[in-house]
Structures are given as C-alpha cells and as structure tokens.
C-alpha cells in the first residue's frame, strides 16, 4: 500500500460512474409492498395458511402464554416449514443462534437424506427443529464448562419466526433458537432476555391483577431498536488496516471540515446513499422488518434506520438480521458498512437506540400515561416501578451498555454521559413532585402550538419535551435507553431492563398485600413512599453539562466511566441474588457474563495496541522519513545556491518534522513496554482489564497524538492511509 494506492482510490470515485447492482431477489416496487412484505418469513400468516388448524392453534398457545412446546406441535410445524422453504429455493436449514460474542452463529445442514438404493430425500424432522447441537468448545463459556466439554444445544425459540436468507445460489432457512450447555447453563443473549421476559410477565400480570385488573394473565415488553452507522467507500476501507481489524481509525488527522455546521444532520441524502438505502429496504421488507424511517445523522456520512416495535424476542433478532444486512448490502454497493461506535475520533460516534415499553395480553401499554397521567393508576405504579429499579440498579445498566467501543462514546457531546439517570419531562416530573409532597399536580399545557402563520396548521403539543442527552428518556408511551452501543446486540440492555423492572413490580406487589391490600390509600402511601426515596434517578437537563456531573455526584449516583469498572456490579452479591431470584441468570451465569466480558475487552484493546505499533512502524513512520528525506537533500541542494543562510525557514520545517519523528518512535516503543507488560498478566483479569484501561488506551492515545501531527507535516502524495476528509466526503 502506497500514497499512490490511495490516490489511485480517490480518482477512480471521481470518474468512474457507479453501477447500480441488482436486488439479490426481485425488483423493488413500491406499490407492491404489502404483496411481497414478510414473504421470507414463517410467520403467523404463513403459518395459518400452511399448518393443519389444531396445530396451529396450539403453536399459538406456546408463542402466546407460553404453554409446553409438544414433539407433535415440532414434527407438524417441521414438515409445513420444510416444504414452504424448498418452494422458496432453500436447500440447507441451520440454527442461528446468538453466543455471548455479541454476533450470531449458525452451521448449515442440507435437507437431503440419502436412501436405499442411491436416491436421497428432503427432510426435516421436529426432533431437527427442536434441537440443534453445533460444536460448543471454541466459543467463549466464563468457566462455565471446560474447552474439551464441547457439546452444545440450539433449542428453537418459537416466538422469533424462522426466515429465509436468499442468495442466488440458493436460499437458507434460518431458525432463531437459544443456545446451551451440556448442563442447561445458558451460553447465549437470547436465553435469559427470553427468561426475563417471562419474569416481567408474571410480575406485571401480578401486580395488575392486585389493582383489579383480572382478565390480564400475561405482559410482555417490546422494542423498537433504532440503528445508527456510517458508511464509506470500500476503496478507502480495504486501505485501513486499522478498520479491517479493529473497527475503527487508530490515526487520522482532524478533517478542514467536520460536523460543526450541523449541514450533514437530516440533511439531502446522497444518490449513491440512496440507492443503497432504496436496495436495503426491500431486503428488510422481504424478511418482514417494518423498517420506517432512514435519514442523515449527525456525523458527516452517518446514516440512522428505524424500524416499527415488535415484540421484544422478535425485535432483538430482527436488529441482529438488519446489522448483517447493512453489512452485505453495502459491499453489493461498493461501502463499507461501519457500525463500531466511534469510528472516527472528534465526530460523534454511533448508538441503537432501544425504545422499550411493556403491554399486556389485552394491547394496553402499561406506559402510555393518557390524557390524564396522574388519574392513570396503573402507568403511576409502572412509573414508580422503574424509578425503583433504575435507582437501585444503575450499575446493572451501565454494566449492560459496557464495551471498549462503547467507551469511547459515553460522556462526549454526542452520547449520554455514564452516568444513568431518567428524564421524564417538566410535567411528568411535576406530577412526581404533586404525588411526593401530596398536592394536587398541575394539568400542564394541552393547548397546540400554533406557528403564527394562519396557512399553517396548528400542531398538537406532546406532554413533555425530547431529551436526547439522558440515557434513559420517556418519550411519550415508553423509555428510550439512548446509551446502547451501536455494535452491541440489543438483548442484552433489553434483559436487564426487563428484570429491574420485575423486581420492582414484585417489591411493589409485597408491599401492597403487606399493607392491607390494594386500597386507594394503601397504593398512594407506597408509591409516595417509594418516589420520595428514588426521586433522585429523575433529571430533565442537559446531562452533557459538567453541572450534572457535579449534580449527580451530590445526589450519589454513580459514575462509571470505563468498562472494567462497568462490569465489575456483574460481580456483586446483590445483583447476583437479583438474577437469581428473578431466573434469569444462575450466580455461575452472571459471573460467565463478566469473565467473557471482561476478556473480550483486554482482547479489543491489545489487538488495537499490536495494530496501531504495526501501522506506526511499518507505513506511517516510512513515509514521515522519506520526507524528512526529501527535505534534507532539498536543503542540500538549495544550500549549494544559496548557501546556508538561505535555508534557514527550511530547516526549521526539517526540525519540525525530525522531532515528530522522534515523538512518534518514542510514544510507539513506550507502547510496546506497556502492552507487554500488561499481556502477561493473564493471572489476574480483573487487574488485567485495568491495565489495559489506565494505561494502554493513554499510551495509543500518545503514539496517535504524534502521527496525526505528522500527517498535518508530511507531503501528501507520501501518506499511505486514506485521510478523513476522503473517507467522510468523498462517496
């Protein structure tokens, strides 16, 4: 790779016309939407029409309330899914299934038999739709089994329906399905979303059926998960090392140009952009994603889909199906599809951001306050409930949000701060106030806003403001948990939220039956009682401010800034007895979850450590001394005309660039002695992870404050790697 490559990039995206590739399926028409949406999907239409009545009817019972899943349920859906799947071109079905990596696994199994005689046969069984069991010895456990204990089971989750991946070869089925050990210790994100949701379920059904409300048996939470990403040319990215093997630039100068004229954000969205975007949401709509809206962000090209809500195990899978989308889309396209949270340093990075809410079997939404909020009995006693939990279990939260990339976005001006608090708006926190101090609250306005222009139409006025500073905001009917990473998968945030949030329903439910019963004046002491003790979670201001900090720090919230100080609540005696209480995670689970966690991090960073010494030594150090090369014997020759006096300005560039050289190979070989040392110390993971924090992270930080010095100095035709105002501009 040469400066000339990069060129050589940059020139062929100037000239060459980019061809429009072909759907990998058929052509989009939009008119035809609602024909072809779902139409790689087993879902409850397909199902209704392909499965015998009886079945079903008792599939139906199993998605809904959870009944027993029956092998003749499995043998019957199996023969209906099998036969749909081969008309649509599958030759192969596999289980897809989500380990604690954070990505999705599958291994693919043909459907042919072969039989007596040299003929073969397409099969699939209910035995191979209910379980599945890829080799689990090299995915990461947390001690939760040894390597050479390498059995594995995949069981089919029948409330995600199973769904085609369609290539021109041929198609896949691909059946979402729970991950496990030989011992039944979860090995996967999936397992214990699904048992927290079942914890919430009966928390909710519980506490509604304590208040009246008799005919509600079940509850179930639902995500809207919004995806954020960049996309750059593949040229530009197959010439960053640093982004083929770490996500994101480890070097790059400050760009002339950034996102400071706020012209990028919601803005016209380009043609090639389009396109892809155009080809992407076929391709969603054919898998029966409800992606809704696409637009600019905030970053110079940053991209933002958001899809419909769905039910919180259908939603989590849809994402991870729409990130691989994003993915292989974007390469048909010529881009690179970036999802790592802070790709490019001083430009706001990437968040999911997962809007979450809880209903109940009859379709109420448990947070939608109504007109009248402070009348609504049961969104008061929900609101009361997550106050609760969000209080007591920050440090679950942020343990849920934690990553090395997610680091790098918390706490600048683009993300929530690490800091987790609630914002509710100026008038649902009046109404927290009213209920606290036993007043009566103010209605707040309900009156439109009216533009002052008599063609415009007045518009109606929400009950509270947008806050998209707070991790944790109420945005009309549910709680929007901003903080997510972009890269991260979205059921894990969702699992702990659904817990805290049970816990709090049941602590709400004993307290009431202690208290008598469920009485109006019983239900308005506790939940009085309750808000006065976890008022301090609420905050509507501006939670980048420096002031917050200082406020939060006063009120006792916590600040955990980094990863390993994040991860290390998923250790404490408390919340192991909360996950444990509540079924979702066994005390071996929860500590798997900080071992594999913790090692995933120690893991990132020193590959990033190895990757940035690489690049330092081996192309940004070679192309910085050939031009301290050129200028000497530039100043060679001129002096021999001039003479020495004559050179004085050129020899003062020459030490310019001769001591960033010096600065460079010093921070790099300080690297090498602080990654060493800190590689070795594998017998403490815990001191390991800090390590790797405290002092690797601030040594890169040296080693990249240097070469982007250089790249302000050195002759643009010598810089090896595509700059940032090619990769960000050019398209």
């Known amino acids: 790779m040469t400066a000339s490559t990069r060129h050589e990039a940059v020139r062929g995206l100037a000239h060459e016309a ?24 087993f879902n409850d239409k397909t199902q209704q029409e392909r499965l015998p009545g009886p079945v079903y009817k008792a599939l139906r019972q199993v998605i809904e309330t959870g009944a027993p ?105 691909t059946i979402p399905t729970a991950f496990c050990s030989w011992t ?71 760009p002339y140009k950034g996102q400071e004229f706020d012209d990028h954000y919601f803005g016209n969205i380009p043609t090639r952009v389009l396109r892809f975007m155009h080809d992407l949401e076929h391709e ?79 379709n109420n939404n448990l947070f939608d306050p109504g007109k009248t909020p402070h009348e ?58 009213s209920i606290i101090a036993g007043s009566t609250p103010d209605e707040g306005s309900t009156e439109p806003l009216r533009l002052g222009v008599t063609n415009l139409p007045d518009l109606p006025r929400d009950i509270s403001d947008r806050n998209r500073t707070s991790p944790l905001a109420f945005t009309g009917n549910r709680f929007e948990f901003r903080a997510v990473g972009s890269n991260q998968s979205p059921a894990y945030p ?55 900090r200082e406020e939060a720090a006063r009120r006792g919230l916590l600040e955990l800034k980094g990863t390993p100080e994040a991860l290390a609540p998923l250790r ?34 020193n590959v990033e450590a190895m990757a940035t010494r690489d690049l330092a030594m081996t192309m940004l150090l070679p192309a910085a001394m050939e031009h301290q090369k050129r200028l000497a014997d530039s100043i060679n020759a001129l002096e021999s005309v001039v003479g020495s006096e004559g050179t004085t300005s050129q020899k003062e560039i020459l030490a310019l660039v001769t001591k960033a050289i010096g600065s460079l190979k010093s921070s790099v070989d300080s690297l090498l002695q602080i990654q060493e040392r800190w590689e070795l110390a594998e017998d403490d993971l815990a001191a390991q992870a800090a390590g790797y924090r405290n002092e690797v992270l601030p040594a890169m930080d040296k080693v990249r404050e240097s070469a982007d010095f250089l790249e302000r100095l050195v002759d643009d035709s010598l810089w090896p790697l595509p700059k940032y105002r090619e990769m960000l501009f050019i398209r």
């Open 18 to 41: 980019v061809i429009e590739p072909e759907t990998m399926n058929e052509e989009p028409n939009n008119a035809r939407i609602p024909e072809y949406f779902g139409k790689f999907v």
């Open 69 to 173: 899943l029956t092998h003749e349920i499995a043998d019957s859906v199996a023969s209906a899914m099998k036969d749909w799947a081969i008309e649509n071109g599958a030759t192969h079905y596999t289980h897809w299934f989500q380990p604690m990596t954070g990505s999705t696994a599958e291994k693919h199994d043909s459907f042919m038999n072969p039989t007596k005689g040299g003929g073969a046969v397409l099969e699939l069984s209910g035995a191979q739709l209910f379980q599945g069991e890829p080799d689990a010895s090299s995915f990461p456990s947390g001690g939760l089994r040894a390597t050479f204990e390498a059995r594995g089971y995949t069981a089919w989750d029948p409330t995600s329906p199973a769904f085609l991946r369609c290539t021109p070869e041929g198609s896949t089925l």
């Open 184 to 254: 039944g210790a979860a090995l996967d994100k999936k397992t214990p979303m699904l048992r927290s949701n079942q914890a919430l379920s009966k928390a909710a059904a519980r506490i509604l059926q304590l208040i009246g409300e008799s005919q509600v048996t079940r509850a179930s939470s639902s995500g809207g998960i919004e995806q954020e990403y960049f996309l750059i040319d593949a040229d530009f990215f197959n010439l960053r090392p640093d982004l083929l093997a770490c996500g994101r630039t480890l070097f790059g100068a400050r």
């Open 284 to 362: 969603l709509w054919l898998l029966g994603i409800p992606v809704k809206t696409r637009h600019n962000e905030v970053a110079p090209s940053q991209y933002e889909l958001a899809p419909v809500y769905q039910p919180i195990s259908i939603s989590t899978d849809q994402n991870m199906l729409t990130m691989a989308l994003l993915k292989d889309i974007a390469e048909r396209h010529g881009f690179a599809c970036l999802m790592h949270e802070k790709p490019f340093a001083g430009l706001n990075g990437s968040g999911k951001h997962l809007n979450w809410s809880v209903a109940d079997n009859l």
């Open 376 to 433: 609504n009995l049961k969104f008061i006693i929900f609101l009361t409930a997550i106050a609760r939990g969000v209080d007591l279990h920050q440090d679950l939260l942020r343990s849920s949000i934690a990553s090395a990339s997610n680091d790098h976005r918390l706490g600048a001006n683009e993300a929530p701060p690490a800091i987790i608090s609630v914002f509710l708006g100026k008038h649902l926190e009046g109404i927290v106030d």
């Open 494 to 548: 969702a699992t702990f939220l659904n817990t805290i949030l049970a816990d709090s329903l049941d602590y709400l439910s004993d307290a009431i039956e202690k208290a008598g019963g469920p009485s109006t004046e019983n239900i308005q002491k506790i939940v009085r009682e309750t808000l006065t003790q976890h008022r301090r979670i609420f905050f509507s201001g501006d939670n980048y401010s420096q002031e917050w």
């Open 572 to 605: 404490d005696p408390k919340n192991e007895a909360l996950f444990s209480k509540m079924g979702v995670f066994t005390a071996e689970e929860l500590e798997s979850r900080w071992y594999v966690q913790t090692e995933i991090y120690v893991n990132k960073i």
